[in-house]
């Protein structure tokens, strides 16, 4: 049987807390993620993704021109978008487990935390399919 550790990301990239949420578009435009675990002095403290990106940022019917809402982005915070008590799943539970925790959830990646509460890793709807091709080749 799979565990999470078996197919999940380990040592993620991760953003700090108190980044500018600029920041955080430029490290996932970068890396070519969608979902950033968040730290605050080392800590894992919550979960940003594009789409929490997407709700703070003012929408397309503000009168603020492209300059202005890249300054409001500059000065806002990491913190002021994330979620600070996202889903999480230990690396030793059953890779199954992690499907059906996204699956009921409507998630797309979940934070892999040990028994401390620290981040080891995440797995993504990508990691999971991965799983499903290696499973259908056998």
């Known amino acids: 049987m799979y565990t999470v550790s078996d197919w999940m990301t380990p040592n993620p990239i991760t953003i700090e807390a108190n980044a500018s949420i600029i920041e955080a578009i430029h490290l ?7 979902r950033l675990p968040v730290t605050r002095n080392g800590a894992y403290c919550g979960l940003l993704t594009e789409r929490m990106i ?7 019917s503000t009168p603020l021109d492209t300059w202005e809402v890249h300054y409001v982005l500059s000065k ?6 994330m979620n600070p008590n996202p889903h999480t799943i230990r690396p030793d539970a059953p890779l199954c487990e992690a499907v059906k925790e996204m ?3 409507k998630l797309n990646g979940i934070c892999v935390t040990d ?9 993504t709807t990508t990691n999971l399919m991965k799983a499903l091709m ?4 056998r």
């Open 28 to 34: 996932m435009k970068e890396n070519n993620i969608r």
């Open 54 to 60: 997407m709700e703070y940022t003012p929408g397309k």
């Open 76 to 81: 806002a915070r990491v913190a002021d978008a």
């Open 103 to 105: 699956h009921d959830n």
């Open 115 to 123: 028994s401390a509460g620290q981040l080891v890793g995440l797995v």
């Open 134 to 137: 290696a499973l259908c080749q």
